[in-house]
T-cell receptor, first 118, second 113 residues
Framework: AQKITQTQPGMFVQEKEAVTLDCTYD???????LFWYKQPSSGEMIFLIYQGSYDEQNATEGRYSLNFQKARKSANLVISASQLGDSAMYFC???????????????FGTGTKLQVIP | NAGVTQTPKFQVLKTGQSMTLQCAQDMNHEYMSWYRQDPGMGLRLIHYSVGAGITDQGEVPNGYNVSRSTTEDFPLRLLSAAPSQTSVYFC????????????FGPGTRLLVL
């Protein structure tokens, strides 16, 4: 079973509009972290936002917010007021405790390609 | 701080050749990992390490070896390159807690002919 599922291979959004990128996850751990990364065409991985499994409030970082619905196991990224520079691949990732030794694995989704239209 | 560095940036190999992708970090992170990125597959974990002397397999470990003799360095070795290993390889590091984000290197683009 996929640990992280991103069902939108590609999306378009009009400049200055808001857009939601979907992410669902699967884990039996109580303690885990959810992350979103941006990968522009230049290839680097840029950290955007983090949500902890015990955080009761949705995370926000500037124009980025994470819509965390724990019961539904979803962690959608909301980008407000889209800009042309937001055009990129976006990856959702989960970090969970592997075992009692504390070894962890970080699992990535397959990504969503966002294109912002002028 | 240089962050996470990777060398080389690009490499072309012939089938059967071996090589080592270098990764180093200067943030004293205990957790380091290697990913490969293929079109439509996202990032898949190859190997990871939770500290010097401790490594473990990820999702796609076959054909790759790692070692971690120091906190700073985490090289990835391809023992006998195959065309299926053509990919972009990313090294990442972080502190070892669930809430810690990973910092990524710039990537190595590998082509195996």
């Amino acid at each position: 079973a996929q640990k992280i599922t991103q069902t939108q291979p590609g999306m378009f959004v009009q400049e200055k509009e808001a857009v939601t990128l979907d992410c669902t996850y699967d884990t039996s751990d109580q303690s885990y972290g959810l992350f979103w990364y941006k990968q522009p065409s230049s290839g680097e991985m840029i950290f955007l936002i983090y949500q902890g499994s015990y955080d009761e409030q949705n995370a926000t970082e500037g124009r980025y917010s994470l819509n965390f619905q724990k019961a539904r196991k979803s962690a959608n990224l909301v980008i407000s007021a889209s800009q042309l520079g937001d055009s990129a691949m976006y990856f959702c990732a989960m970090r969970e405790a592997e075992n009692s030794g504390g070894y962890q694995k970080v699992t990535f989704g397959t990504g969503t390609k966002l294109q912002v239209i002028p | 701080n240089a962050g996470v560095t990777q060398t080389p940036k690009f490499q072309v190999l012939k089938t059967g050749q071996s090589m080592t992708l270098q990764c180093a970090q200067d943030m004293n992170h205990e957790y380091m990992s290697w990913y490969r990125q293929d079109p439509g597959m996202g990032l898949r974990l190859i190997h990871y390490s939770v500290g010097a002397g401790i490594t473990d397999q990820g999702e796609v470990p076959n054909g790759y070896n790692v070692s971690r003799s120091t906190t700073e360095d985490f090289p990835l070795r391809l023992l006998s390159a195959a065309p299926s290993q053509t990919s972009v390889y990313f090294c990442a590091s972080s502190y070892g807690l669930v809430q810690e984000t990973q910092y990524f290197g710039p990537g190595t683009r590998l082509l195996v002919l």
